[in-house]
């Protein structure tokens, strides 16, 4: 497969800059927009509905129907943010999409500025991510210095400002309202929607809010064409995704695929398989979606036909559990990392979060009650509740865990330690 | 259920704990004891009930009563509560959101 988005880095060269980027293309569907010679605003926008790119960051929401909110909405000035908000385990593609490609990105935000009718840009990042910080401020001046970006016209023309923020180390800071909070100098609390940020965002302003691989996209599509993004995937699928595999696989690190490529491809093929050889007994697409039995390695990862298998390609960080590991220690892990991470403003997801991680350490333990109906019970108060999506994410690891495996629930629970573990010495 | 095995659980949730549940736990716990010496009342914590706006929040089980807004200034009639009339102290029930109470009960039922 041909990258869309991890192509070549020159050689010598940390990272694609302004010249690397502009000789291979870079900077073209922007520069024929400002001259006029492009789409107009309507066709950029037109073209991103076309190619039917969806969010990268997680929602899978469809890019198009965003950005027409914002177009449509009233209020000046208007604001682009570019999430790249990363601090889920097992993700690393926003921090590496921006170290190395930061003018995609920020071709991709001023593509959406256009289109929007935005003037104003934010590059939003965690602070620990020093590396992609760093590129994108040095990328920023590049772009700025070649004229590209730069202050609002006098005149009215279209001129875009891209600035980039360091949002602090959470989980929930790469919540899109969480993200403008951050921007407007307060903590990482999502906002309750609606309003949503389309129509009311950053400093009360329309603002369109797009993870950075999303943006990434955009100018490949608007340059080359809403079919060649499409037929870069495969089956049903569209575009390609950025997947993260950890470093229990023989090929660790960021893989390109195709969207439609099957799990297996991405597990064996580009990432050559675990390092332990034992075969595969779950997947977790990502940390915040549904378990997966090891017989739908051959599933295409499109949105769609994962979500008809019951869970979600999340952004893209695939864990898996090979035979003989224990689900309740991998579920009651991540249970303790959403109870971790809430941010502490809504009082379901508080309780959802905390007594979900106590059940699973009981069931850990052996000293659960009855795990089952509890954690049902647990999940079902919670539900619809709170401002973001975090109380369902932090369930569906959870729930599947004991759906998918039982056994390991009942095992634990009765014996305080893992199917296959030894029996403590008398 | 007996009398014998009542549980009175003072909730160590963040927003709790922020309003010194800890500290409250602690003193409770002492009180119970000189009032108690039986334990016929088990004090527990929790992880956290979801009445987050009404902590400091302490409930007692299988009575079905969940008290919010606990200060220590609270404890005398608390204990009085447990250990002496029975009667419960009505000025700090009917403050949390039912389906938060409702839940408590639904779980304490399964025995966590």
Known sequence: MTPALLTAIPPGKPYEDLASYAASGGYRALGDALSGSGPSPAGVLRLVEEAGLRGRGGAAFPAARKWALAAAAGGSPKHVVANGGEHEPGSLKDRLLVARHPHKVIEGMALCAYATGASEGWLYLIEDMSEAVERAEEAAREARAAGLLGPARQDGGFRFEVRVVKAPPTYVAGEETAALEVIEGRKPWPRRKPPFPGESGLFGRPTTVNNVETLACVPGIVRRGPEWFRSLGTRGGVGTMLFTLDDRVERPGVHEMPMGATFRELLYEAGGGPVDKRPLRALLPATSSRFLPASRLDLPMTHEDVKAAGSSLGCGGLSFLLEGECVVERAAALAGFFKREQCGQCPACRMETSTLAAVLEQVRRGEAGDYASQIEKIVAFAAGKGHCSLIPMAAAPVVSALELFPEDFAHHASRGRCPGAPAPPR | ?112
């Open chain 2, 1 to 112: 259920m007996p009398e014998e095995s009542r549980l009175v659980y003072v909730c160590e949730g963040g927003d709790c704990s922020e309003k010194g549940s800890v500290e409250l736990y602690e003193e409770l716990k002492t009180a119970l004891h000189e009032r108690d010496p039986e334990g016929r009342n088990k004090l527990r914590k929790y992880p956290c009930f979801g009445g987050c706006a009404h902590g400091i929040n302490v409930v007692v089980f299988p009575d079905r009563c969940f008290y919010s807004k606990v200060t220590k200034a609270d404890l005398p009639d608390i204990v009085e509560h447990l250990t002496g009339s029975g009667a419960r102290v009505d000025r700090l029930t009917g403050k949390v959101e039912k389906d938060v109470e409702q839940i408590t009960y639904d779980l304490l039922t399964t025995g966590f």
